[in-house]
Every structure is written in C-alpha cells, then in structure tokens.
C-alpha cells in the first residue's frame, strides 16, 4: 500500500478485509481478514491503475481500495472453490 506506513497498512487492511467477509458472507479470522484487505488493496490499485483509476494514498482511498479488492478475491475464491 503506498503512501501510509506498515502499521496503518496493517489496521486498514484488517477493516477493509472485516467489512468485505461481512457484505460478502465470508467466515473469515482476523488475520485471513487482514490478508485479504492488504492483499485485496495490491489487487485493486493493479486492476484499477490499468484502466486508469487511482485511488488516494491515504487511509480512506486505500480503505475502499482494500474493500473492493478483498471482495474481488474472495468471489475468485468461491468460484476455484466450485
């Protein structure tokens, strides 16, 4: 996540990864909800950049970049699943 530190990557990654296995009814622990916001945030920053859509460098805008790339992940997840 660029633009804030490891901690704060650390605390926004976990929200966004709760906030995601909640609207997406995922039974998730804490540290498998920190793994999807940070890695969800990598994710959506990529796809988004290749189209042209950045979010801000800053708790917010990687908040939202996490919510949405941890759902993406966990619909991948639930397809290979199938």
């Known amino acids: 996540m660029q633009g804030i530190g490891f901690l704060a990557a650390i605390i926004v990654g976990g929200l966004a990864g709760w906030a995601a296995s909640s609207i997406m009814k995922a039974n ?25 859509v950045n979010f801000d460098p800053t708790w917010l805008g990687q908040g939202i970049a996490g919510l949405v790339g941890a759902s993406i992940l966990i619909l991948i997840a639930r397809a290979i699943r199938r």
Not at 28 to 52: P, R, S, W
């Open 28 to 52: 998730t622990g804490l540290l498998m909800n920190v793994v999807l916001g940070i890695v969800g945030a990598l994710v959506a920053n990529l796809i988004f950049g290749l189209i042209g």
